[in-house]
């Protein structure tokens, strides 16, 4: 049971830091969601021509030495850096670069995932022990391609000292993380968390791997639309990239040094399904019982919730498992919910895509609307809940689920609510 001073401990956003296909900037973000601009195009990291799935959700301008030296960019991996330059943004948009006295470093967490890591550096220098043997083999290799470096490159480029690493639950990380964040604080081990996940597989190992898996579409002549969840029509999902941080603040400290908060972290659920390392469950139990769990830990009924964003990958089983899930979670209040996925929007990224997504939830409580589902044009009769076609919706949201759904069976679900410094909403 928790302590009366664990209860009282409140967990806010009061940064958001994105390295994403459709924006760098919280507003530019905001903007290219609300208004379902794709970034999906034909991939042009590598030539895509042999692959089966020749598009994806890029970052093409991203540039490394805009937030990193020469040699500390060399020394990470395309996820590590994305992870380091959203850290910067999200403490900035704080107000927290540099920290204030009143925040010990030591009480500062970084809680990064990452759902593959370093792939791309795993691909380099295996190409190089092919072709030159032992001594080719990049002596960071190791450092650069570990899962945990994402945390740990962040913790020691601003000195935190907090707990740091981060989960690694397929594509559930990034909410996973902002889950975790919400405990370390409730619970007093931090007082501040930087939360979130980086991902950076659109390489050739990556597509030809997923592409084996068959969950990618093969839209390769309309990229844009080619990301179509809960639609009859749907053929799998698009992969994207990026890093998106959440800063998760202690709310009295937060107010206390007066800073914008974007919303409060209300509840978090965070569960398996035990039955299968790709297919979610069919009936959609395991990922309702996750979206059960969240609720209870918000406090909250299911008719409170105003707004969820779905995992919503556009793949058969996905999209008719969680439209199960949403039925058997929410009873006669989810024909009553808005619910839509971005994806199609900017790509799955993976296991970002929850970070991604928390940060959607916290902007729409806090600008009362709500994004569209893009692409759904035939929707399927199984799927046949309001996922918000096409358009956004202006909503008045005083709390917003997202949920997502990793390989392995892992759910996770985390609840958002505008922040009412009396009390919950």
């Given at each position: ?150 945390a740990g490159q962040v913790a020691v480029r601003w000195g935190f000292g907090g707990r740091c690493g981060g989960p690694v639950t397929a594509c ?254």
């Amino acid at each position: 049971m928790d302590s009366p001073a664990a209860i009282r401990r409140r967990a806010v956003i009061t940064g958001i830091g994105l390295i994403t296909p459709v924006g760098a900037a919280v507003d530019t973000f905001w903007d290219n969601v609300i208004a379902g601009r794709s970034a999906v195009r034909t991939i042009t990291r590598f030539d895509p021509t042999p692959f089966a799935t020749r598009i994806a959700a890029e970052i093409p301008d991203f540039d490394p030495l805009a937030y990193l030296d020469r040699k500390e960019a060399r020394h990470m991996d395309r996820f590590t850096q994305f992870a380091v330059a959203a850290a910067g943004l999200a403490l900035a948009d704080a107000g927290l670069d540099p920290l204030p006295p009143s925040l010990p470093p030591d009480r500062v967490a970084t809680w990064i995932g990452t759902g593959i890591g370093g792939i791309s550096t795993i691909e380099k220098q295996v190409e190089a022990l092919i072709a030159g043997g032992p001594r080719r083999v990049n002596p960071f290799t190791i450092p650069m391609l570990i899962p945990n470096m994402a945390a740990g490159q962040v913790a020691v480029r601003w000195g935190f000292g907090g707990r740091c690493g981060g989960p690694v639950t397929a594509c559930a990380t990034g909410t996973n993380a902002v889950g975790d964040a919400l405990r370390f604080v409730k619970h007093g081990e931090a007082d501040l968390v930087l939360a979130g996940a980086a991902e950076a597989a659109i390489t050739r190992f990556g597509i030809a791997a997923f592409c084996s898996a068959g969950a990618m579409s093969t839209d390769n002549d309309d990229p844009t639309h080619a990301c179509r969840p809960f639609d009859r029509n749907r053929t799998g999902f698009v992969m994207g990239e990026g890093s998106v941080v959440l800063v998760v603040e202690e709310a009295s400290h937060a107010t206390a040094r007066g800073a914008r908060i974007y919303a409060e972290v209300l509840g978090y659920g965070t569960n398996g399904d035990g039955y299968h390392i790709v297919q979610p469950r069919p009936d959609g139990a395991g990922a309702a019982k996750c979206l059960r769990l969240a609720l209870a830990d918000a406090g909250l009924e299911p008719a409170q919730v105003d707004y969820v964003n779905a995992h919503g990958t556009g793949t058969q089983a996905n999209d008719a498992a969680e439209t199960q899930a949403f039925k058997l979670a929410f009873g006669d209040a989810a024909r009553r919910l808005a619910i839509s996925s971005t994806k199609p929007v900017m790509g799955h990224l993976m296991s970002a895509s929850g970070a991604a997504e928390a940060a959607v939830c916290a902007l729409a409580v806090g600008r009362g609307a709500v994004p569209p589902t893009i692409n759904l044009t035939e929707p399927d009769p199984t799927c046949d809940l309001d996922y918000v076609p096409h358009q956004a919706r202006r909503k008045d949201v005083r709390t917003a689920l997202s949920v997502s759904l990793g390989f392995g069976g892992h759910n996770a679900a985390i609840v958002v609510g505008r922040w009412e410094e009396g009390g919950s909403p």
